[in-house]
């Protein structure tokens, strides 16, 4: 069983551990940092810039035997209905074992129960199935855009879906 608690900067190097390629670096962070890899000052310097936002909100996941995911939180909204779900990584160890599934659940609960979201978006890449296809098995709904938007990554253009799941 795992929980959810509030993000620590000791957490940082454990969850930078987990980004073995660029390509999953990308995957999961698009273009919010400059340079691969990171180290656990870089995200803590990047979670600072935050530091007394009432609209962001950082999350652990952990077991009995400690870190397996994380992801933050952050209204993107004026009147706090709308959340947004981002940098969502699971223990590569752990992955395809329902952690991902386990820990987006709690933040789901968390948000519509504690935040009192109205709806919660999240995007992800095409080019990303299994990170897809687990925000689906949670609830998650496609959002049909009028236009898309891409990241231009490696010299490619990654076309980023998005997600939401209304309360």
Not at 27 to 33: E, F, G, I, L, V
Not at 38 to 45: C, H, R, S, T, V
Not at 124 to 152: I, M, Q
Request: charged residues 30%; aromatic residues 14%; contains cysteine.
């Amino acid at each position: 069983m795992i929980r959810l608690r509030p993000y620590k900067a000791c957490d940082a190097s454990t969850i930078a551990s987990w980004i073995g390629d660029e390509v999953s670096f990308r995957k999961w962070s698009a273009d919010r940092y400059d340079k691969y890899p990171i180290k656990a000052e870089d995200m803590n310097l990047h979670y600072n810039n935050f530091s007394g936002n009432d609209s962001f909100y950082p999350m652990t996941a952990f077991d009995e035997n400690g870190v397996v995911g994380h992801l933050i939180m952050r209204f993107i909204d004026e009147e706090k209905s709308i959340l947004r779900f981002g940098f969502i990584i699971v223990d590569n160890k752990k992955r395809g074992m329902g952690y991902g599934k386990q820990m987006l659940k709690l933040a789901i609960k968390y948000a519509f129960e504690i935040l009192k979201a109205d709806k919660i978006t999240l995007g992800v890449f095409e080019n990303n199935k299994p990170a897809y296809n687990c925000y689906k098995a949670v609830g998650f709904d496609d959002v049909l855009t009028d236009e898309a938007e891409y990241y231009h990554i490696f010299n490619e253009d990654w076309k980023c879906l998005e997600l939401e799941l209304v309360r």
